[in-house]
């Protein structure tokens, strides 16, 4: 007989390689048994055969981020957390952001401050280095590795944040000389500043005309100047919300040639169009995101990719600017030009829901490439495997039950984030989680959150098996 805390029965498991029917046993918060076993245990859960996955990692988003434009996100750690726990996610990566002439140390003490007691659910960091100095070469961003932020984001593009070509290659070098995974925001900055002065002085500024400032050649032309740098400097690096058919080919063809590219899309490349921009009056400015959301044929090249193993992670990029918020997309007016409109989309709590509900159940993904792109894949990507990630013994017990027979059309009522509006308002879904467990808790029942802020738990990420030397050669 096993003594445990919970018992879940009557699972329907799927995993990123396995399905079968069992009972899963909790002790500790840990996965201590599955499969039929005698069990005595305080609290007893009938999953009553429906589907149960490990609990969703969301390895992009953006909550209590200090932003350079005096812009603030709506999301905090607090209702962030909540927000994604609802929609199955029971891990969060959001970035510590260094600003040029700050420390990164700095920026990574005041994110853990921000985080306070507030997170539902747990969290890594990933960093964004804007300023590379040699201090931050030599000591610091070392350093920071070895006590468990092994993953950075490169910007090619934003003022404030974008490196040069040279500076991206000390940090790919740095990279691979400490076992850290570049992320890599990958857009052309001259091209959009060209085409955005260009547009401008004809008095193109509505928001449709952001996705002509960003064509899919500036963002096709950096994943490959970006898989370039990797290539010359020999180390992996990941290419962040990849949002189409151009980008995607370059990844495809690298990764082909046994180059170890990964890659990123987010709900916002299959779900909306550039004609999401063009919504009456400012109204297209709830969908300026970067890269843009681009035609219905990407859309398809996207699915295509999720298929067949481009991408190894699905994010929300979760970048919760309110619309109707002088503070938010109305940051410098409310009919500003596209090019001040803070950039990003909501979308935490709806990134499994929609993936489960348009790719599994509309049978364009299979259930475990949705377990591998929403949970296995970000948790192996950034470290965090296999306590995350995978429902096996000794695994943290993060575990989703869905209701895959839901009939709901979404609304933003519905939602836990802080943000006005919802960029899929009107979709109508067929999944949604029913209870969400973290560590062995449930912190969602029945669509209510009970968890206690402060429960969630920082994870120190390990560096990553993605970036272990190979020494297989395919040539
Ligand atoms: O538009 C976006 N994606 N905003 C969030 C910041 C980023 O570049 O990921
Ligand atoms: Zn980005
Ligand atoms: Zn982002």
Known sequence: ?????????????????????????????????????????????DAGGRLVTPGGVDAHCHLDQPMGDGAVLADDFASGTVSAAHGGTTTVIPFACQMK???????????????GNKPVIDYAFHLIIADPTADVLDNELPALIGEGYTHFKIYMTYDDLKLKDREILDLLALAKREGALPMIHAENDDCIAWLTDILEEAGKIAPRFHADARPPVIEREAAHRAISLAELVDTPVLIVHVSGKAAMAQI????????????????????????????????G??????????????????????????????????????FDDPRGKKNAGDNASFRVVPNGVPGIETRMPLLMSEG????????????????????????????????????????????????????NAMLHHNVDYTPYAGMRLSA???????????????????AEAGRGQFLRSESPATVQPMYIRYD
């Open 1 to 45: 007989m096993t003594t445990l805390d919970t018992v879940i029965l009557n699972a329907d498991v799927a995993t990123a390689t396995e399905r079968f029917v069992a009972d899963i046993g909790i002790a500790e918060g840990r996965i201590a048994a599955i499969g039929a076993f005698e069990h005595s245990a305080a609290t007893v859960i």
């Open 101 to 115: 002439g700050e420390t990164v140390r700095a920026a990574v003490d005041d994110y853990h401050r921000r985080a």
């Open 252 to 283: 495809r063809e690298a990764q082909a040639r046994g180059i170890r590219i990964y890659a990123e899309t987010c709900p916002q490349y299959l779900f909306l169009t550039a004609d999401d921009l063009a919504a009456p009056g400012f109204e």
């Open 285 to 322: 400015a709830k969908c300026i995101c970067s890269p843009p959301p681009r035609s219905v044929e990407d859309q398809r090249h996207i699915w295509r990719g999720l298929r067949t193993g481009v991408f190894q992670v699905f994010s929300s990029d979760h970048a919760p600017f309110s």
């Open 360 to 411: 599994v159940l509309k049978n364009r993904i299979d259930v475990h490439r949705f377990v591998s792109l929403t949970s296995t894949g970000p948790a192996k990507m950034y470290g965090l495997y296999p306590r995350k990630g995978s429902i096996a013994p000794g695994a943290d017990a993060d575990l989703v039950i869905w209701d895959t027979d839901a009939d709901l059309t979404l609304d």
């Open 432 to 450: 949604w989680p029913k209870t969400v467990l973290s560590r062995g808790e449930v912190v969602i029942d029945d669509g209510e959150c009970i």
